[in-house]
């Protein structure tokens, strides 16, 4: 099992990529008075039916070829179960994919959530050519990293260009990080 979240979250987003999708955003949303933590994974890439949705439940289901087993959704699943949540995937061929997990917030079971910043820099060094939305709450303080920005922003100059990344991990580290977002 991964040892933080945001490895889960590395995972599904990479399956989104394979999925063909050309936006994915990530909602990761604390509620402190609710004891509850969301994650959203949104996608627009090929979807799945209803067959695979229940498939991709199985660990022993995988449509990829250099592997016979696919542990991320049930380990991501059996991590939100532990803390008293659950896991939901909303799938429309053609359309995308929508995984939802909830968890105890402050449940002891929970894992940390990890290093955002790493893990929405990898996304974003992997695949520079998709656009990628992290958006973060707690509470009612919120920030969002958008590439489609990003882009505006950099007129030009590479998404996946080592200065331009690390710009962008120190932007979400100094958010988690701040006053709103201890």
Do not use: W
């Not at 933590?37 to 695979?52: E, H, Y």
């Not at 179960?81 to 939901?88: A, D, P």
């Not at 920005?149 to 988690?176: K, T």
């Amino acid at each position: 099992m991964m040892q933080e979240l945001s490895l889960n979250i590395l995972d599904i987003a990479q399956n989104s990529i394979r999925a063909g999708a050309s936006l994915v955003e990530i909602t990761v949303d604390e509620q402190p008075v609710q004891d509850q933590l969301t994650i959203i994974v949104r996608d627009n890439g090929c979807g799945m039916s209803a067959k695979q949705v229940e498939q991709v439940m199985d660990p022993f289901f995988t449509t990829r070829t250099t592997r016979k087993v696919g542990l991320g959704v049930p380990f991501f699943k059996m991590a939100a179960e532990l803390t008293g949540g659950g896991l939901t995937i909303d799938s429309t061929e053609g359309q995308g994919t929508t995984v939802t997990a909830t968890f105890g917030l402050g449940h002891i079971d929970r894992m940390p959530l990890g290093d955002m910043a790493s893990t929405y820099c990898t996304l974003v060094q992997g695949s520079p050519e998709v656009d990628f939305v992290y958006l973060h709450r707690r509470g009612e303080a919120e920030f969002t990293a958008d590439t489609r920005s990003f882009r505006a922003a950099l007129d030009g100059v590479p998404l996946d260009h080592p200065e331009v990344l690390q710009f962008i991990a120190e932007l979400i580290r100094e958010e988690m990080t701040g006053e709103d977002l201890p």
